[in-house]
């Protein structure tokens, strides 16, 4: 079983439009959580750190059920600029897991 | 610019040859981490340092691979004889050592074995 499982996509989807993404850990002791943003052929950016009582960055939700080992991403009235793949990452011990990624397509 | 610097940018080269890449981190974080990306998946962990230390290695890092941090400032990554497999794009990314402490990666040096 992979340490982080995400849903690969691809997400297509026109603009304006309501997106969630899913991603799964397995390592129950872990303790930090990040979504990062990964566009075409460039290395991945920090998009928001995923906080227990969930948090939120403008048009960006991020949730965590630790019971369930589940983390969220809701990405409200998506524009253009939000196409590219979103990497779930998890922090168990020393340095971090990165799942495959879920491509998103935004389209006019 | 401050934030994390790798070079080359690409690089092509036949089996057998020996490449070496480089990574400046930011000049504040300690921690330093070389991650190998593939066509579809997320970065896979190869290695990091907390200075000078290199604290864990990845079983994914065969005896060609190695790595350094001499002064605790930048690092390199060198792959002896490279096979076919290991065109992949290569990620540095550095931190501070706090276990929350998100990562910044570099541009990446992207390696193609022919």
């Known amino acids: 079983r992979k340490e982080v499982e995400q849903d690969p996509g691809p997400f297509n989807v026109p603009e304006g439009a309501t997106v969630a993404f899913n991603c799964t850990y397995s390592n129950s002791a872990s303790q930090s959580f990040f979504w990062y943003r990964q566009d075409c052929r460039k290395e991945p950016k920090l998009l928001m750190s995923?906080?227990?009582s969930g948090n939120e960055d403008g048009r960006f939700t991020a949730q965590l059920n630790r019971a369930s080992q589940y983390i969220s991403l809701l990405i409200r009235d998506s524009k253009l600029s939000d196409s590219a793949t979103y990497l779930c990452?998890?922090?168990?011990?020393?340095?971090?897991?990165f799942g495959a990624g879920t491509r998103l397509t935004v389209k006019p | 610019d401050t934030g994390v610097s790798q070079n080359p940018r690409h690089k092509i080269t036949k089996r057998g040859q020996n490449v070496t890449f480089r990574c400046d981190p930011i000049?504040?974080?300690?921690?330093l981490y070389w991650y190998r990306q593939t066509l579809g998946q997320g970065p896979e962990f190869l290695t990091y340092?907390?200075?000078?230390?290199?604290?864990?290695k990845s079983r994914l890092l065969s005896d060609r691979f190695s790595a350094e941090r001499p002064k605790g400032s930048f690092s390199t990554l060198e792959i002896q004889r490279t096979e076919q497999g290991d065109s992949a794009m290569y990620l540095c990314?550095?931190?501070?050592?706090?276990?929350?402490?998100?990562?910044?990666f570099g541009n990446g040096t992207r390696l193609t074995v022919t």
């Open positions: 000049s504040e974080h300690n921690r």
């Open positions: 340092f907390q200075n000078e230390a290199q604290l864990e």
């Open positions: 995923v906080y227990s």
């Open positions: 990314a550095s931190s501070f050592r706090r276990g929350a402490s998100p990562l910044h």
């Open positions: 990452v998890v922090n168990p011990d020393e340095y971090m897991r």
